[in-house]
């Protein structure tokens, strides 16, 4: 019996049970994979127990299939009873700050104000003056709330620029010397869509939030490209560890668009990309596509994402009511609805999908008006809207992403992560409808399932354990955090394979184990349909097979 974590040594050991037929080569598969237990995507039961692949595709599924087709020239692979599932596409990832923060000091579980000082205290030790400490992913609810401010660590990076981000990415903390660097002081007029949070006397607080950032990426200047380069193969290694066989990148910036076209110019190709732009750049994008095309089952474009509102964490989504722990706001707009509904009519009309980030209750609803508008404006196409997050929604919203053919991305880590603290913003009747996954696949609405990685971990497993227990990251919510929200197992993989294909065009070709779909695969050492819930994240990936080459285990 060949071990499962060598399986791929060929024939040895599998012959005698897996006898080879005469086919001619050219009809005999490449591989065989026997012995499978692999849920195919198609429904919650369908099941098989053998694929068979010639190059990239998958040609034969079912034991007999493959045996018809198994030649002398066949490698058999022996998964010993291994599960199996499509690959999975993880369809929300800021790919290129994630893979760099890989390298950067991490905040995210520094659990009072002293470890978070002392921490950046340490990294900023580290590095030679002048040069910009980054990365962070700091979470201020994890010691009960109370915001940083420059004066917390100016003591301990008198030489060392800081700019850390919050983990939802919407705000930043500096550091005096990085205010300086980045040209804000008390004379800095406020920014559209975005906040310079200011003391008493009207002095810089050191907390930049939403479209006020770009004053201090300015400051900073970008990665270099060898920078970019090597830290985005180390994340598509992570990824592929986890199962990850393609992810979208809805991004706000040409950075992972260019770094990808780099690779793939270079011939590196082990994961699947589609990767959007900004939506205020629609021009250029469609006139890529008109010289380019769409590019190909590797390296895709066609999208274009925007930024409406902020986020709950730093109370900048937008709502009809205000905070409850901050009765000063309702939350901000990021993008004027003018400029989101001349941009998304041009870029629907040029062909392009449009994704809008929507988290507050208020901007999802503006969010849904415009693009029926656009839909109406434009006529009948197959455009496919989406929206990044849908996080808090009204009760007439729900129906309205059915109606519309508008796909709920979503991110059910996000769930359990902010269920610890979000009653303080918005109090108990409004969460009714946040994070509504499984009233808005009752009403009919498709979905697709991504992390948010930096702000999320990476990983489809913690995906699924979150949308299936909903059970808060504090365990404060046993039962699951608005238990009538929480999805099946097979509705989750569905928003990590199915759902994920049809959000990226690309249903014909990916999310299925059938003949004629790529062979993308991700080989388990456990049914994850078979275990208890609460050990999702105990699966361990074996494999990970991006068109029909292993790429991981």
Not at 5 to 22: N, Q, V
Not at 140 to 151: A, F, N, V, Y
Not at 167 to 186: F, K, P, Q
Not at 300 to 322: H, M, P, Q
Request: overall charge neutral.
């Amino acid at each position: 019996m060949v071990d499962r974590r060598g399986f791929i040594g060929g024939l040895a050991g599998t012959a005698l049970a897996w006898p080879l037929t005469s086919g001619a080569d050219n009809t005999s598969l490449d591989i065989a994979y026997i012995n499978a237990r692999a849920w195919t995507g198609r429904g919650p039961v369908d099941r098989t127990d053998a694929i068979g692949t010639i190059g990239e595709r998958i040609v034969a599924i079912g034991a007999g299939a493959v045996r018809a087709r198994t030649g002398k020239r066949t490698r058999v692979i022996d998964l010993e009873g291994a599960f199996v599932t499509p690959g999975l596409v993880d369809c929300h990832t800021h790919f290129t700050k994630a893979s760099l923060m890989l390298s950067q000091p991490s905040l995210r579980d520094a659990a009072s104000p002293q470890e978070f000082v002392a921490r950046i205290g340490e990294a900023a030790r580290r590095l030679p003056a002048g040069q910009w400490l980054q990365g962070g992913n700091w979470d201020q609810d994890r010691w009960g709330g109370k915001m940083p401010t420059r004066e917390w660590i100016d003591a301990v990076t008198p030489e060392t620029p800081v700019a850390v981000i919050r983990y939802d990415l919407h705000t930043l903390l500096l550091n005096s010397l990085a205010l300086r660097l980045a040209g804000i002081d008390r004379n800095t007029p406020d920014v559209a869509g975005g906040v310079i949070e200011r003391d008493a006397s009207g002095e810089p607080t050191g907390i930049i939030k939403d479209a006020a950032k770009n004053l201090v990426l300015r400051a900073i200047g970008p990665a270099t490209d060898a920078q970019i380069d090597a830290a985005i193969r180390e994340g598509i290694a992570l990824g592929l560890s986890k199962g990850i066989t393609q992810t979208h990148t809805p991004e706000l910036e040409w950075i992972t668009f260019d770094a990808i076209e780099r690779r793939y110019a270079r011939g590196e190709t082990s994961m699947r990309f589609y990767c959007m732009t900004p939506l205020k750049d629609w021009e250029k994008l469609a006139a890529r596509i008109r010289t380019r095309g769409t590019g190909d089952d590797w390296f895709r474009w066609g999208g274009s994402k925007v930024v409406f509102d902020g986020s709950l964490g730093s109370r900048t989504a937008l709502f009809y009511e205000a905070y409850d722990d901050d009765p000063s706001t309702r939350g901000i707009i990021v993008t004027d609805p003018k400029d989101l509904r001349r941009w998304m009519g041009e870029a629907d009309r040029a062909g392009l999908q449009v994704a809008t980030h929507a988290i507050g209750d208020r901007a999802n609803d503006i969010v849904l008006d415009i693009i029926a508008e656009v839909a109406r404006a434009n006529g009948p196409r197959d455009r496919r809207f989406r929206i990044e997050h849908a996080q808090h929604l009204t009760q007439s919203a729900i129906p309205r992403f059915a109606k519309q053919a508008v796909i709920a991305s979503i991110q059910p880590y996000h769930a359990i992560d902010d269920g610890r603290w979000a009653i303080k913003r918005v109090g108990p009747e409004r969460l009714q409808t946040t994070y509504a996954f499984h009233s808005l696949i009752a009403a009919g609405a498709r979905i697709c399932c991504g992390s948010d990685w930096p702000v999320a971990p990476l990983g489809p497993l913690t995906g699924l354990k979150a949308a299936v227990l909903r059970e808060t990251l504090d365990g404060r919510n046993p039962g699951g955090w608005f238990p009538m929200q929480r999805l099946t197992l097979a509705q989750t993989l569905a928003g990590y394979t199915t759902g994920a294909a049809y959000a990226g065009f690309t249903e014909k070709k990916l999310g299925l184990l059938a003949p004629g779909y790529l062979a993308d695969l991700v080989v388990f050492d456990r049914d994850l349909f078979a275990i208890d819930p609460e050990t999702l994240t105990d699966a361990k990936v074996l494999r990970t097979i991006v068109g029909g080459v292993q790429r991981y285990g």
